[in-house]
């Protein structure tokens, strides 16, 4: 049994800042969005994520990599947006086995609706708290987290975007 590695006293404010974002910034983002257009993140992530795709539709394992989500989180949240009109399901035409989802026009009205105050909020609790540098390395230090919960690259965010003509 190897000896165990205490964290320095650095190492140990990082951490402890670190925990306190992880805790802080959902509910902060599910607040926002909650009472923009009463959803919470993750289903403000999936209806993103389906307003991306081509024609606003993709197949359930393809959405659940897009928004870092398991299979059986992702099914529930789609049930729930299903019963408000938001999203719908079906078979895949390509693949009887597979069920694509799609983004209805109510779920587009309500992405149009919620996405400028959302992005007013990542603005403000993250971004312009950073200088350019910083969210350079926000990024790096994210991915280097990823490869390790996420070393097989099963998440698509893994993986890094590509680039989109802006910047």
Known sequence: MSETRWLTEDELTAWVRF????????AALDTQLNADAGLTHFEYFCLAMLSEAPDRVLRTSALAARTNATLPRLSRVV???ERRGLASRAPCPEDGRATNVSL???GWDTMVRAAPGHVDAVRRLVLDAL?????RQLSDI????LSRLDPDGRMLVTSPPAPTGSS
């Open 19 to 26: 925990t306190a974002v992880l805790e802080l910034l959902p």
């Open 142 to 145: 994210s991915a280097a987290l």
């Open 104 to 106: 209805t026009d109510a």
């Open 131 to 135: 200088e350019p540098d910083q969210v």
């Open 79 to 81: 049930t729930q947006l």
